[in-house]
């Protein structure tokens, strides 16, 4: 059974960059029928999906956020990262990882199964 | 961006009753829609994808329907543990959106 687990600290200064890493078991990263994805959810609100990578390397971001974001893969540690530069506490957020399955050459799809989430709070 | 509208925001139904679920896109989506699920700590759970296919796991009692603008998820007959937040998700073009939720609380 799939599972993914998002790691990393849970308090990021303002102007930071916030770095998580989501760790892949009971399946490869490198399938090629799979995007791996971030989605994120501020505390009471509604979710926002970040962008999705594929085991190449090839990356999709949302637009709102793309100017920030940089999503990797490292496929000999079966896990996928994300990096968010210079944050404000509108970033502050539940964060998600997430698998979404490629159908054609585009992972407009939908999102499972997901991580459990992991809260980052940016605060001085 | 194509913008997701979920109504009612709160939804109270009673244990055994049917609920209906909205969702509005701004843009047609064809069928390119799911539904999630979320409890309190928890992280969604896939319910319904391509508008009315259930996900692995999922329930008979939850159904979608609808296409292009209007979709709908249906619980019949609620148990205990359908009270959550429910999302729609379009993905039929970038980037991939939300809607705002809509909370079913017990009557």
């Known amino acids: 059974q799939l599972q993914l687990q998002e790691s990393g600290p849970g308090l990021v200064k303002p102007s930071e960059t916030l770095s998580l890493t989501c760790t892949v078991s009971g399946g490869s990263i490198s399938s090629s029928s799979y995007y791996w994805g971030w989605i994120r959810q501020p505390p009471g609100k509604g979710l926002e999906w970040i962008g999705s990578?594929?085991?190449?390397?090839?990356?999709y971001y949302n637009p709102s956020l793309k100017s920030r974001v940089t999503i990797s893969v490292d496929t000999s540690k079966n896990q996928f990262s994300l990096k968010l530069s210079s944050v404000t506490a509108a970033d502050t957020a539940v964060y998600y990882c997430?698998?979404?399955?490629?159908?054609?050459?585009?992972?407009?799809?939908?999102?499972?199964?997901w991580g459990q989430g992991t809260l980052v709070t940016v605060s001085s | 961006e194509i913008v997701m509208t979920q109504s009612p925001a709160t939804l109270s139904v009673s244990p055994g009753e049917r609920a209906t679920l909205s969702c509005r896109a701004s843009?047609?989506?064809?069928?390119?829609l799911a539904w999630y699920q979320q409890k309190p700590g928890q992280a969604p759970r896939l319910l319904i994808y391509?508008?009315?296919t259930r996900a692995t796991g999922i329930p008979a009692r939850f159904s979608g329907s609808g296409s292009g603008t209007e979709f709908t998820l249906t619980i019949s007959s609620l148990q205990s543990e359908d009270f959550a937040v429910y999302y729609c998700q379009q993905y039929n073009n970038w980037p991939h959106t939300f809607g705002q939720g809509t909370k079913l609380e017990i009557k």
């Open positions: 990578i594929y085991y190449s390397g090839s990356t």
């Open positions: 391509g508008a009315s």
């Open positions: 843009q047609s989506v064809s069928s390119n």
């Open positions: 997430a698998r979404v399955i490629l159908t054609g050459y585009l992972p407009l799809n939908w999102f499972d199964p």
